[in-house]
């Protein structure tokens, strides 16, 4: 019954070659977050959705983009992946911004080639 | 900013207790969480404090003091599944309730 869907689990990309990663939900919750982590690593966070609300991290580079068509579901483009864009990304969502705490997905180990 | 510390890794014996601690600096606070992770695998959710105090929930208990900005998690009765790393987050109202992670504590149980 996993409420927080990541898809695909693993991802293999060619250097340069446009991604993107799916993440979906069934909590009905407003807020979606996006988190890299690479090994050993917190996670950082990407971006997050505040309903339709965008909110980018200031440190997050240009190449990563991100769109939220409804409340369910959430992506995750990479423009051009280089190298060191080879991370777990996670996807997490909250109720409201007090709520909770973050629900995670299961991540995409994404690989860069 | 956010500054959040967490010892690396700790290593304890099958049926033992080890104590993680957690410190933070960040320009608010609104709760703190502890996750646990399993190599390649997502984090999952532990316990929630937002007061002073012990919050206690089977075989894990979780600590806060505010005013030391100071936590630990305690995990009684180890099992080798608790092999894992734990996640020490802070939300921070300041900083639009966004959480805001340490890099974890590898913790390895032997038998």
């Known amino acids: 019954d996993a409420m927080v869907i990541q898809n695909p689990r693993y991802q293999v990309t060619q250097f340069g070659k446009p991604v993107t990663l799916s993440c979906s939900q069934t909590?009905?919750?407003?807020?979606m977050y996006w988190y890299q982590q690479k090994s050993s690593q917190a996670p950082k966070l990407l971006f997050h959705?505040?309903?339709?609300?965008?909110?980018n991290e200031a440190d997050t580079p240009d190449n990563f983009q991100s769109r939220r068509p409804n409340t369910s579901f959430c992506f995750l483009d990479i423009r051009s992946p280089g190298l060191g864009d080879a991370a777990m990304y996670l996807c997490?969502?909250?109720?409201?911004?007090?709520?909770?705490?973050?629900?995670f997905g299961q991540g995409t180990r994404l690989t860069v080639v | 900013g956010q500054n959040i510390d967490q010892p690396t890794e700790m290593t304890a014996t099958e049926g033992a207790i080890v104590q993680i601690n957690c410190t933070y600096q960040?320009?608010?606070?609104?709760?703190l969480f502890w996750y646990q992770q399993h190599a390649g695998e997502a984090p999952t959710f532990l316990s929630y404090?937002?007061?002073?105090g012990l919050e206690e929930k089977g075989r894990f208990s979780s600590f806060l003091s505010r005013s030391k900005g100071y936590s630990y998690l305690l995990l009684k009765e180890l099992q080798m599944k608790d092999s894992a790393s734990y996640l020490c987050?802070?939300?921070?109202?300041?900083?639009?309730?966004?959480?805001?992670f340490g890099a974890g504590t590898t913790v390895t149980v032997r038998a």
């Open positions: 987050a802070v939300r921070d109202p300041s900083n639009d309730y966004k959480l805001s």
């Open positions: 909590l009905n919750h407003n807020v």
């Open positions: 404090n937002v007061l002073d």
């Open positions: 960040t320009s608010g606070f609104n709760g």
């Open positions: 997490a969502t909250s109720r409201d911004r007090g709520g909770d705490g973050a629900f």
């Open positions: 959705y505040y309903d339709k609300d965008f909110n």
